[in-house]
């Protein structure tokens, strides 16, 4: 482990609460703990134990709960411990004040979880997910963090890796060793073994819109004319009443976003002002935000009055979303305009309807993820990554077709190992001479 200082910070919300954590971690844990508690005999590690925290002079500031552990057996790999306060904002930063004075320094944020990482007690991707854990807005969410946090995609993109460095590994000892005798796998076998890597790659990242969503949440806008039901749409989804809801045409002016969670799928609702000619330009102005609210949306729920006869209306953009018809007011007699027309027929007064309305968003953007057992959804840095591995596979796989230098070859594989080892923090070259010798056993 590298040596390091003794940080401490508190790793609970601000604010009241029953209890509060004050964290600890650095060579000095469990002295620095040892010395706010004014007390002579170590802490047993691992075990909780009934401790009062002291200031200079001896007084109680607070009585804790404190926990030490031994490297490398806690969260960071290295000494660590943690009391467990009284949750008053002001005990707890004299707590921590006190741990300051005792030898610790002020933790920088995410600095735990950096030093658990460089201790290899997590790889890039798990560190990454400990804030998704945090963050998560859905149940689905949060089962794609902890699968994460778990090692999911570090395990994949590492068995991708680990097939590639055999491959690279054959390529480089066939170029530095030509006395060993050592037989180059034909062209058409490098090329299947790189194209299984590449389409394990492409799987993976076929995730990302997947993982865009469960961070993010669905970006949802709520369209159609003026006094079709947007607004009550939105207050039904909700479970509370956020918009105004009028028969007065043009009550809403401006896009409204809230957030819902249905399905185990986290919507961020946008409820847009209703399109249509007018003169008025405020209106005009919260049209052309609803516009844009279309062009940016994962999904479109189109509201219709099935009460009112059909009108020609606006087509609205947003080609690229997910959409959803919605026949709203079959509490009403419906127009005969609307017999047999296709759409989810609701009412936003009585309710009805909207089971199936969640089903419909939850089977558009959840067709196998709900029933996966290894939900796996990369981020953005982890898409970047992918692809750069991807190009140069392609590459790779090109120069082998074209009967180049096996040199190019190698440049090229080890550009995507380069790329895939940005996404763990595993980027280690030494790997590559390694197996060489491990696979060959040159020299004997």
């Excluded at 055999?166 to 180059?184: Q, S």
């Excluded at 309305?357 to 982890?382: P, V």
């Amino acid at each position: 482990m590298p040596e390091s200082d003794t940080i401490a910070a508190i790793a609970t919300a601000p604010g009241a609460a029953a209890l509060a954590i004050v964290r600890v971690s650095g060579p000095q844990a469990a002295q620095v703990v040892k010395a706010a508690c004014a007390r002579e005999k170590d802490f047993a590690p691992r075990r909780a134990t009934l401790a009062r925290v002291r200031d200079a002079r001896g007084r109680v500031l607070d009585e804790c709960v404190a926990t030490v552990y031994a490297a490398p057996h806690s969260f960071t790999g290295e000494a660590a411990a943690e009391l467990s306060c009284h949750g008053g904002t002001l005990v707890v930063q004299r707590v921590l004040e006190r741990l300051l004075e005792c030898g610790a320094r002020p933790a920088e944020p995410g600095e735990f979880t950096r030093r658990a990482f460089e201790n290899g007690r997590l790889d890039l991707t798990q560190a990454e997910a400990v804030m998704d854990v945090i963050s998560a807005g859905s149940d689905l969410a949060l089962r794609a963090a902890q699968n994460q946090l778990q090692g999911v995609i570090g395990a994949r993109v590492q068995q991708a890796a680990d097939k590639l460095v055999d491959i690279a590994a054959h390529v480089e000892a066939y170029i530095d060793f030509p006395e060993e005798d050592i037989a180059p796998d034909t062209t058409a076998e490098l090329v299947q073994r790189l194209d299984d890597i590449s389409e394990q790659l492409r799987q993976l990242l076929s995730t990302a819109d997947e993982g865009r969503i469960l961070r993010e949440g669905v970006r949802t806008a709520i369209i159609g004319a003026p006094n079709v039901g947007k607004s009550s749409l939105l207050n039904l989804l909700l479970g509370y009443d956020r918009a105004i809801v009028s028969p007065t045409a043009g009550t809403t002016r401006d896009t409204i976003e809230e957030s819902t969670t249905v399905g185990g799928l986290r919507l961020r609702l946008i409820d847009t002002a209703g399109l249509h000619e007018s003169a008025d330009a405020l209106e005009r102005a919260g049209m052309e935000r609803s516009r844009r609210a279309l062009a940016e949306a994962d999904l479109i729920l189109e509201v219709h009055d099935a009460s009112l006869p059909r009108a020609q209306a606006e087509e609205p953009a947003g080609a690229g979303a997910k959409r959803i018809t919605l026949l709203n007011k079959c509490d009403l007699p419906e127009h005969a305009d609307w017999r047999g027309a296709a759409g989810l027929r609701i009412s936003c007064t009585t309710g009805k309807g909207r089971a199936e309305l969640e089903r419909a968003i939850a089977d558009l953007f959840l067709q196998d993820a709900g029933e996966r057992d290894s939900l796996a959804a990369i981020n953005t840095r982890h898409r970047y990554a992918l692809q750069q591995a991807l190009d140069a596979l392609a590459r790779a796989r090109a120069s082998l077709e074209a009967a180049e230098s096996p040199e190019l070859t190698d440049v090229d594989l080890r550009e995507a190992l380069d790329a895939l080892g940005t996404i763990t923090g595993r980027i280690d070259t030494e790997d590559i001479l390694s197996r060489v010798f491990s696979t060959f056993c040159l020299g004997k």
